[in-house]
């Protein structure tokens, strides 16, 4: 999606000479987080951090494909991210060294905690952990310590959105069938990559993935992030982007801005890192873009300018050489932003042909656009009819953006992507099916992130026998001041107990909701009720009982 002439013309003059100062963003002295998790639930093993890169930070590299086979095809993947604050260029990246993420939240004023390391932990819930709590009160610790006061989600099971407590019902929300959460802030120290202030950010960031049987599902890994401006200000022009990088030095990428895609696949037909001659690919795409049904604008070019929940999707994708040439690493503010919206270094725009480079080129938003090995792919970007020359293999660097989008203060934006393993007959057919996954993954995405709402029930006191029947009391009777009315499920059901007087009037209810098999205790207090003769009754979908109480005085 094109920028504006005001803003295009402004970004032009950010790359080429120093923003005018805003208010800096307040800068803190953390030390940079050292926790990690991994993600191993279905066919992946994937390492997450807590500095805005995944599967390294130094040393091994884990993202592994198959989970158990040793081999990993992706290197690093990092969060770049930047924009506008009053007219001030702010941007957070991670990449290789100097993470510009630190563990811990923001508070109201925008400050980072004085001590991240307070936070340097990421939280792994598995769905069987909490079925191994509902049947023997066994809590892990991540349960046990989930951090639902910093915005981690909470299944709320006691009917109280402010607490979380796991004797009462409520339950971790886990995402697909494992969930690793944490949170992290753009504003805990300097930024020596990207030479900006901060931008203000707070990140609450979940990973999951689902054992659902499906083509792509069990393969492909998710990442949620929920992206919360703690400025006064409004953060304007700004871009979320994706980078990536291949294991080894045979690699070339692609896009496809119809599927909204970027790709990462072997340059020939044997694959050195393990997987022999079936080179598979490797998908990034945006299943869930920032929300822009507030700007005036048909972002999502359906037609329609503003719908509810109009959302972008990946809007560029260009990859750079690791020299020092005019498609290099940046080295300034200008240069970083640049590549979030298609543009080299110098500011030259991306065009179409050759390497992506030539100042009297048509500009395109889309590298490497054409389905391998149609023209204008890595392995024929010169557009012969049978091609002759190809680029060398590479690291296979990308860049995926998403933007530009605006954040009001205290707004938060919902972003989630996927890395989607497609492994076909040979390297172009693994990309050739890996072009259909988006679409089936967006139409499962809201199936995956659904909360089971099987592990939605009280726990169960361990070694407790179930109950074979129903059954249903209170205790004493008659009573005056208070009592108790028992009830006991031989399933997990959805229950109403609700006490009537003889008109049959409701006087109160006292339980409703998903119930665990079991027995349980109502404690309720009568003595505001007059004196007489009144009816309780227990509902479920296959059974219904009542009682009578006296309440005498």
Not at 327 to 352: F, I, K, N, S, V
Not at 438 to 452: G, N, T
Not at 463 to 481: A, D, I, K, Q, R
Request: with cysteine; charged share 20%.
């Amino acid at each position: 999606m094109p920028m504006g002439r005001a803003t295009a013309l402004l970004v032009t003059a950010l790359i080429f000479a120093p923003p005018v100062p805003a208010g800096a963003q307040s800068t803190g002295s953390c030390l940079l987080g050292g926790a990690s998790a991994d993600l191993d639930v279905a066919g992946v093993r994937a390492r997450m951090f807590n500095d805005g890169g995944f599967f390294w930070h130094g040393g091994e590299n884990i993202y592994e494909v198959p989970k158990g086979s040793g081999i990993t095809p992706i290197f690093t993947t990092n969060l770049w991210m930047g924009g506008l604050v009053v007219d001030e260029l702010r941007l957070s990246a991670s990449v290789y060294s100097d993470w510009e993420f630190w563990p811990g939240p923001l508070d109201d004023d925008g400050n980072p905690p004085e001590d991240c390391t307070l936070y340097d932990r990421l939280f792994s819930v598995y769905d069987e952990d909490i079925r191994r709590y509902n049947k023997t009160g066994e809590a892990t610790p991540d349960m046990l310590d989930w951090p639902w006061d910093l915005g981690a989600p909470v299944f709320d099971g006691d009917g109280n959105l402010d607490n979380y407590d796991l004797e009462a019902g409520d339950r971790p929300y886990v995402f697909g069938d494992q969930t690793i959460w944490w949170v992290m802030n753009d504003a805990g120290n300097k930024h020596m990559n990207t030479h900006t202030d901060p931008i203000g950010l707070e990140i609450r960031a979940a990973a999951f993935a689902s054992t659902i049987e499906s083509h792509w599902i069990p393969y492909t890994t998710f990442y949620r992030f929920e992206l919360v401006n703690k400025l006064d200000s409004v953060i304007d022009s700004f871009y979320f982007g994706v980078y990536s990088e291949g294991d080894v030095q045979d690699h070339y990428v692609g896009s496809d801005s119809v599927a909204g895609i970027a790709y990462l696949y072997n340059d020939d037909e044997w694959d050195e890192e393990g997987y022999g001659n079936r080179p598979p690919a490797l998908g990034f795409t945006f299943l869930q873009g920032p929300l822009v049904d507030g700007d005036d604008r048909d972002n999502d070019g359906d037609g329609e300018v503003d719908e509810d929940e109009e959302r972008l999707r990946m809007t560029s994708f260009i990859s750079h050489s690791h020299t020092g040439n005019v498609r290099g690493w940046p080295t300034t503010p200008g240069q970083w932003y640049g590549y979030l919206h298609a543009r080299w270094p110098d500011g030259t725009p991306l065009t179409e042909g050759g390497q992506g480079y030539n100042r009297h080129g048509k500009p395109t938003n889309w590298m490497y656009s054409g389905t391998p090995p149609d023209y204008w792919s890595e392995g024929n970007p010169y557009g012969n009819a049978s091609p002759v020359w190809s680029n060398p293999p590479q690291l296979g660097t990308m860049i995926m953006p998403t933007g530009p989008f605006r954040m009001e203060p205290g707004e938060t934006q919902e972003i989630i992507f996927a890395i989607i393993f497609s492994q076909g007959n040979d390297r172009l057919d693994s990309v050739h099916q890996l072009l259909g996954a988006p679409v089936s993954l967006r139409a499962a995405l809201p199936h995956i992130i659904a909360f089971d709402t099987t592990l939605f029930s009280a726990r169960l006191p361990p070694e407790v026998p179930l109950p074979v029947t129903y059954g249903l009391g209170h205790y004493p009777n008659p009573v005056s001041e208070s009592a108790v009315v028992r009830f006991e499920l031989p399933r997990d059901e959805h229950v109403s107990v609700v006490l009537y007087d003889l008109l049959g009037r409701r006087v109160a209810t006292l339980a409703t909701g998903l119930h665990a098999a079991g027995s349980y205790e109502i404690h309720f207090e009568a003595k505001n009720l007059t004196a007489g003769l009144y009816l309780y009754r227990l509902e479920t979908p296959t059974f219904v009982g009542s009682r009578t109480l006296m309440v005498v005085r």
